[in-house]
Nanobody, 122 residues
Framework: VQLQASGGGLVQPGGSLRLSCAAS?????????MGWYRQAPGKERELVAA???????KLVDSVKGRFTILRDDFKNTVYLQMDSPRAEDTAVYYC????????????????WGKGTKVTVSS
């Protein structure tokens, strides 16, 4: 299973940016949770947003009201819509897929994407 993230880049404060992450592979039956983490220079990696197969969502307090997480199970893709980003949102954003099951009854696995850099600056 591979996670391919895209959409990072330079965005102005108050602008918008959309990150996408597609999970691919012949052995994906279902994915429990898909999410985004980020790591800023000199800081630990932190959860930004996650969404489970039941469409339950979790967002870190600092992005609530500004970021939205969505998923398309037909495409095994998760999106992070970043509205009104701030300088403190600058980081490398990593896609995560947890509980990836290849067949019913099989053990779920966790996968990470390589990361996409987001820079918020004027």
């Amino acid at each position: 299973v591979q996670l391919q993230a895209s959409g990072g880049g330079l965005v102005q404060p108050g602008g918008s940016l959309r990150l996408s992450c597609a999970a691919s592979g012949s052995n994906i039956f279902s994915i429990n949770v898909m999410g985004w983490y980020r790591q800023a220079p000199g800081k630990e990696r932190e959860l930004v947003a996650a969404i489970n197969s039941g469409v339950g969502k979790k967002l870190v307090d600092s992005v609530k009201g500004r970021f939205t997480i969505l998923r398309d199970d037909f495409k095994n893709t998760v999106y992070l819509q970043m509205d009104s980003p701030r300088a403190e949102d600058t980081a490398v954003y990593y896609c995560n897929a947890d509980g990836v099951v290849s067949a019913p009854g099989r053990r779920g696995m966790t996968y990470w994407g390589k990361g996409t850099k987001v820079t918020v600056s004027s």
